[in-house]
Each structure stands twice: as structure tokens, then as C-alpha cells.
């Protein structure tokens, strides 16, 4: 499979800088998802990628080789790989075994070898007694199992998602991160996935590149980037947390806004001395005081919320001046309005830069 390299990669519309310098490293057979908000640049890095668009500065070597580079530009069709959209994007009036062909017509390979890659390829996305309807008598989660192996059959060097599981509704999004996963364990292509969605991220990929504002701030495994976020977006983008803005006085010791001291996990060196805010995942603070802990705030419960798997509680803490989320087991605890001392170890009080 072929690995991707992009580097000092830029893009603006107008005034508007859409990728804004990104550097990314995508090995041979490696699971990369763009991870970030709305309008942060991964569907424009994407379709770089796919050379619908050329970059105003930096490359895309694939290989080793230049594919992308300010005025040249290899196209789409030549460049050996497959792109899926949210969109899904099947032909109507074709059947599911004739959309899953198109693109083997397309590359020149004959009938015969054609029927038998579509057969297998069905069977693979367990669509193989569908092959005969049209897409407008599947289901939505069969139509993106379509387009996968429509993308799959041509074996790309290289598969580009873009909000592929979007349109799902969200059992069958559930099932489809695993799908792809799947997929991607049979096959081996490497892949850029764009996504905002963390649970898919979380799911399918082996590196998370998370992207800010045109730039990728944190690469790294799904636990790597959610149990050591490099900033406060990072943290607070991957999963739920609290964050408390305030001083960092020492490697151990930091100051809320208000005075309150919090003892931290070891900070960065380069943070003491300056402003920063402290992570605290909402499972990792602990509802009922515990011995021991030096981190204790006194609050009461604003808001007590039943998920079945669990609580999902909020407490106002008056020595932070913010109030805080907790998530603990659903056996009933505290009912709103009770006072409560909540703990955290401090090995779960990350000191982390704003951005
Ligand atoms: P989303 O998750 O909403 O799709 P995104 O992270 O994929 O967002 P992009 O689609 O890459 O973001 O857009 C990045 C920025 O570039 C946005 O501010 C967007 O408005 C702008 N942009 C994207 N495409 C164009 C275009 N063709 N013309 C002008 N501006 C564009």
C-alpha cells in the first residue's frame, strides 16, 4: 500500500486560509481520521489529497513521489485512489452489483474477472443477495455498505472518507465505525478519514490528527491524544472534561482564578510561571469525599441526569467559581440541591496550555 506525505500544505479561498499550513505523515497501510470542528480545513485537505484542488503552497508526495505541488497537479483519475462521500453518490438506474463494477469498466478489466471481484467483494460487505436491487430499495447503511465496496473493489493504494457515516442514524453509525474497521483490517488500505465525530475517530483509526483552525495541533493513538491532550481545545474536543483556567505556581501546584489551589499532575516545565487551565475529566472526579485526596471541593448539585449506563451529574463549586461535571454509576447517590465534597487525584489534573 502506499503511504502519503503531506507537507507545509496551504490553501486559502480568498482571504480565508482553509488549510493552513499542515504537515502529516500517513504510513503504508495506516488508518489516519482528521478529527476537528466545523470549518477547521479537513475536508480541504482532503480533497488535496484527492487532487480536486491545488495547493497554493507545500506538496503531497505519495510514495515519495510529487503529486501535489502549486500548479501541478496529477488528477483524481490517475492518482490511485478511491474517495467515498457522506453522500453515498450511486448511481440510481444501476443495479448494486452494476454501481460496484463501474469503476473495474472503467480501468479495463474484462467481464468475466470483473463478475468475479464484484461476487467477492459482496460477500465481503455481506450484500451478497442484494446484488440485483437498485439503491433506492436499500437501506441507508446498506447504500454505504455499497460504496465501500465500490471503492474497494478497484483496490485504491489509497481510500479517502469524508463524512461517510453522516447521514446514518446512530445505531447504524455504531455499526458501521466497526464496519469500516473491518474493512480496513482485510484490506489494509491506507486511509484518510474525515470526520467531527470522536466516537468515529476513536473507532476506526490508528492515529487521530486532530486539526485547528488549518493546522494539525496533536497527532497521535486515540489513548495517547485523549489521555495526554496537548492543549485545552485538544482535550476538550476529545471527550467531555472540566476545564479550570488559573496560574500554574509550580510542576505540582496550580491556582484557579479564584485562589483555590489544586495540586496537578508533573506540568510541562515551560508552563510554569504562566497562565493555563487544568483538565479534570468528569470520571475522574469522585462524587462522595474520600480520604486522602488533596483535592477537595465543596459544592452542590445542580443538575442530576439518569443515562442508564450511568449519572451524569452537575455541581456547582464556589471556591473554583465555575461548576464542574461528574459522571458516576447510576446507583441513586444525590438528589439536586444536596451538598457534596467532590475529590480528584491529582494525577488526573492535567495542566495544559489554552490552545
Ligand atoms: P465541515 O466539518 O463543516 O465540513 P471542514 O473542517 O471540513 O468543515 P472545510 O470544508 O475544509 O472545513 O472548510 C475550511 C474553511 O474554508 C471554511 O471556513 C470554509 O468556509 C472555507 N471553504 C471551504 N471550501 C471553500 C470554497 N470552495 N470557497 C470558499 N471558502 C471555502
Not at 482528521?34 to 505519495?62: H, Q, Y
Not at 467483494?121 to 465496496?149: H, I, N
Not at 489551589?261 to 483538565?279: I, K, Y
Request: glycine share 10%.
Amino acid at each position: 500500500m502506499a503511504s502519503v506525505d503531506l507537507r507545509g500544505l496551504r490553501k486559502a479561498f480568498g482571504s480565508v486560509g482553509a488549510v493552513a499550513g499542515v504537515d502529516l505523515a500517513v504510513r503504508s497501510s495506516e488508518f489516519v481520521a482528521l478529527l476537528g470542528p466545523s470549518g477547521c480545513g479537513k475536508t480541504t485537505t482532503l480533497r488535496l489529497v484527492a487532487g480536486f484542488l491545488a495547493p497554493d503552497e507545500g506538496e503531497i508526495r505519495v510514495d515519495g513521489r510529487v503529486l501535489s505541488a502549486p500548479g501541478r497537479v496529477v488528477p483524481p483519475e490517475r492518482r490511485g485512489m478511491a474517495m467515498i462521500f457522506q453522500s453515498f453518490a450511486l448511481w440510481p438506474h444501476k443495479t448494486v452489483a452494476d454501481n460496484v463494477s463501474y469503476g473495474l469498466k472503467f480501468k479495463g478489466v474484462d467481464r468475466a474477472e470483473a463478475g468475479r471481484r464484484v461476487e467477492a467483494m459482496l460477500r465481503t460487505v455481506k450484500l451478497e443477495a442484494f446484488a440485483d436491487r437498485y439503491p433506492g430499495e436499500l437501506s441507508g447503511g446498506q447504500q454505504q455498505r455499497v460504496a465501500l465496496a465500490r471503492a474497494l473493489v478497484v483496490e485504491p493504494g489509497i481510500l479517502l472518507l469524508d463524512e461517510p457515516l453522516s447521514n446514518l442514524d446512530a445505531n447504524l453509525r455504531e455499526e458501521m465505525r466497526f464496519e469500516i474497521r473491518r474493512l480496513h483490517e482485510a484490506f489494509g488500505i491506507t486511509t484518510l478519514y474525515v470526520t467531527h465525530d470522536q466516537a468515529e475517530a476513536i473507532a476506526t483509526a490508528d492515529r487521530i490528527a486532530v486539526m485547528h483552525r488549518g493546522r494539525v495541533v496533536q497527532i497521535g493513538s486515540p489513548q495517547e491524544v485523549y489521555d495526554r491532550p496537548h492543549s485545552a481545545f485538544v482535550a476538550a474536543f476529545l471527550g467531555r472534561t472540566n476545564l479550570i483556567p488559573g496560574w500554574v505556581e509550580g510542576p505540582e501546584a496550580f491556582h484557579a482564578t479564584r485562589g483555590t489551589p489544586v495540586r496537578t499532575a508533573p506540568a510541562p516545565a515551560h508552563l510554569v510561571g504562566q497562565a493555563g487551565v487544568v483538565s479534570i475529566r468528569p470520571h475522574h472526579l469522585r462524587l462522595q469525599a474520600e480520604a486522602g485526596p488533596p483535592n477537595r471541593f465543596e459544592g452542590k448539585v445542580l443538575r442530576a441526569t439518569y443515562f442508564g449506563e450511568g449519572m451524569d451529574f452537575l455541581v456547582d463549586v464556589p471556591s473554583l467559581g465555575q461548576s464542574l461535571r461528574v459522571s458516576a454509576p447510576p446507583t441513586p447517590q444525590v438528589a439536586v440541591g444536596e451538598p457534596v465534597t467532590l475529590t480528584a487525584d491529582p494525577i488526573h489534573c492535567l495542566v495544559l496550555p489554552e490552545e
